[in-house]
């Protein structure tokens, strides 16, 4: 079998013992799962018992590349990585960019597995196939940023990438990230994983190149990918120009840009002073991960406002929102600060956002006084109250120490009912598009297998218009179900297996001007990664074995989740969002009650071939290759039928 594509090479580590075991990539894995979530979701499932705890050392943390990680084909630096999250209970999966993930490759590795946990502050070296554990106790302590320049430093050479935590990993805080030059692995506390293991940071570089099983198909198959791209009306007029700092002015012309928590979603305007024209005035250049046309992250220095002279890449849309309209913030300078602190302490911003709105609504209804914020006036608005939390929740500070585990574990601390102001599903905190007004968005929130997720399939059709596979009424439950179902396997078949950056997909070749019948269309546009994939590995991966791939990835990971625990109970959005309208703005008037929610809940389950609970019947779990998974249901009581 002729795998290029890929490294060959899993790398098995074993903190407690200090033990390395290098085996041959799995052909199995590969053919079924690809790469990336896929290698994740598959060996988490198959290596970790049911109730293991997510801090304790039986846990994986697994960093995984796609078959096209590393090669010519552009915005493919991407890898995922994925452990029973601490923060939610569920797969814990997110997937990052950058350079770390191509230099793995070169390092000679698809997969690093690594379990047990070291019994002081220890970094892992992956240089040119060979492993080894050094000692990371004067590392301990350091950000982020220090931490990459320190390691550079002492290592002999250069050329070597990192993945490393923070302060907030090291004090186990369940919001805390991994942070790899200036990219984030951001959600579901992975970085409190590495921070129980006492594993500080894991460094790569190798000289080896990603061999292309089959050059000439590949190179065709690139060019038209490339065309694609080229001939998007705004990839790189607007997208590479801006990043995603535009759709903070994107949502609020829909109506749903969320604000205060949620509590006040179209009666307040932050897209003039934190949009995409304040933040362009900031840029001083672009940083793109490695082999990425785009080139969508900025760098950018705050001119004016309370804090000037502040360097950040980004902030992202999300992070814009997380710590601007989400908590009452107009100042920029202020977003770009809590950006760049949350990157150097290791701390996921979406979810530190959400915990301080939480707070701050709280604050504002009387909840919480000053006597438990340690004195800090936590009114939205207040941007020297959010950075001061920032640094305390990073080092599990006074009020900081509550917050620090996101707002379940805050709201069941507090009690007296801040439990019906917890923005999140399974415990992880909503991102910045207000469901009310995005049905489809809704479904995904509720069902994706991290949580409230918005990347596990983004409801492109909803926020940027694109017509494909078809039209799509946002305020409509009907279609929504079975659009969430197919964004869910598109997401998962051509970007998170195949490791290509998510928004360049939606972009460039899932918009086009294109005429044809939805089945034409939806295969025209899986072929081109077919292609490319198929050529890269020599493997046979049809535009049909793609979308298998897809439902096969995010049906093994619900099952992970089904035998954890979680029920269809789990599969809701918070009450807020079924009782109260967004009050304000184009989408006035919209929420998602329970009706609507059991009735996409259905159909949603029937298109994947669940029944009523979210089980995978015994057939759909035949088609999918995942036999062996019946007996574990049947063990969790659930008896697929």
């Known amino acids: 079998m002729n795998t290029g594509g890929y490294a060959g090479k899993t790398a098995w580590i074993d903190l407690t013992h200090k033990e390395v075991e290098i085996t041959t990539t799995d052909s199995e894995l590969m053919k079924l799962y690809m790469g990336g979530t896929g290698f994740g979701v598959k060996l988490l499932y198959d290596h970790i018992k049911p109730g293991t705890d997510p801090l304790g050392p039986e846990n ?10 590393g090669s010519d084909s552009p915005s493919s630096s991407r890898m995922a990585v994925t452990a029973r999250s601490p923060l939610t ?7 990052s960019g950058g350079h770390f993930p191509s230099e793995m490759k070169y390092a000679g590795f698809d997969i690093i597995v690594i379990k047990g946990a070291a019994k002081e502050p220890t970094y892992l070296l992956l240089d040119k196939g060979r492993v080894s554990f050094r000692s990371a106790k004067k590392l301990w302590g350091m950000n982020t940023f220090d ?8 290592l002999p050479g250069n ?14 805080s369940l919001l805390a990230s991994i942070i790899n030059e200036r990219r984030a692995a951001g959600r579901k506390g992975l970085g409190a994983v590495m921070g129980a293991k006492k594993l500080k940071a894991v460094v790569v570089r190798g000289d080896r190149k990603v061999a292309i099983a089959e050059p000439e198909r590949f190179q065709t198959a690139l060019v038209e990918l490339l065309r694609r791209y080229k001939a998007h009306p705004t990839l790189y ?24 928590n949620y509590s006040a979603t179209g009666l307040y305007d932050y897209a003039e002073d934190t949009g995409y024209e304040t933040q362009d005035q900031d840029i001083v250049r672009r940083n793109p991960c490695r082999c990425c046309p785009a080139a969508c992250s900025q760098v950018r220095i705050s001119q004016e406002g309370d804090y000037p002279g502040v360097l950040t890449e980004g902030p992202e849309f999300e992070t814009a929102w997380a710590f601007g309209g989400n908590t009452g ?22 979810s530190v956002g959400s915990v301080i709105g939480f707070a701050m609504e709280l604050y504002e209804r009387g909840i919480i006084t000053s006597k438990e914020t340690d004195g800090l006036e936590l009114n939205f608005g207040n941007h020297q109250a959010q950075i001061e939390l920032i640094h305390k929740i990073a080092f599990r500070k006074e009020f900081g120490d509550i917050l620090a585990d ?23 905190e909503l991102p910045a598009y207000d469901v009310r007004g995005a049905k489809t968005h809704g479904v995904n929130y509720s069902t994706a297998f991290t949580g409230g997720d918005h990347n596990r399939g983004y409801a492109f059709q909803e926020i940027f218009g694109i017509p494909v596979p078809i039209s799509y009424d946002r305020f409509s439950i009907d279609g929504a179900a079975e659009l969430c179902m197919w964004n869910q396997i598109m997401e998962m078949a051509l970007c998170d297996c195949p490791m290509i950056c998510a928004f360049m997909i939606s972009e460039g070749l899932l918009r086009d001007e294109e005429q044809g019948n939805t089945q034409e269309l939806t295969e025209r546009r899986i072929g081109t990664v077919s292609e490319l994939v198929s050529a890269a590995t020599g493997l046979a991966f049809t535009p049909a074995e793609l979308i298998l791939l897809g439902e096969r990835v995010n049906t093994l990971a619900r099952c992970f989740n089904l035998r954890e625990g979680f029920t269809r109970a789990d599969d809701y959005l918070p009450e807020r969002l079924t009782v109260e309208p967004i009050p304000g703005g184009p989408s006035k008037g919209a929420l998602t009650s329970l009706e609507e929610q059991d009735t996409m809940l259905d159909r949603y389950y029937a298109a994947f071939g669940y029944d009523h609970g979210g089980v995978p019947t015994k057939e759909r779990l035949k088609k999918l290759s995942l036999d062996f998974v019946t007996e574990d249901l049947q063990k969790a009581g659930l008896n697929p039928r």
């Open 147 to 154: 931490c990459q320049e320190f390691i550079k430093e002492d």
């Open 89 to 95: 209970g569920a797969v814990g999966m997110a997937t």
């Open 159 to 172: 050329g070597y990438r990192i993945a490393c935590i923070g302060q907030a990993g090291e004090k186990i």
């Open 237 to 260: 007029s607007s997208f590479s120009k801006h990043g995603t700092s535009a759709l903070v002015d994107g949502t609020s012309e829909l109506g749903i840009f969320p604000t205060h």
């Open 60 to 69: 994986l943390l697994i960093f995984a590349a796609g078959p096209l990680t």
């Open 406 to 428: 996101g707002v379940v574990k805050a709201s069941e601390r507090i009690g007296r009912g801040s439990e019906s102001y917890a923005m999140h599903v399974k415990g992880l």
């Open 329 to 350: 913030v107009s100042d920029v300078s202020a977003i770009y600060l809590a950006d760049r602190l949350c990157d150097e302490y290791g701390l996921d911003t979406i």
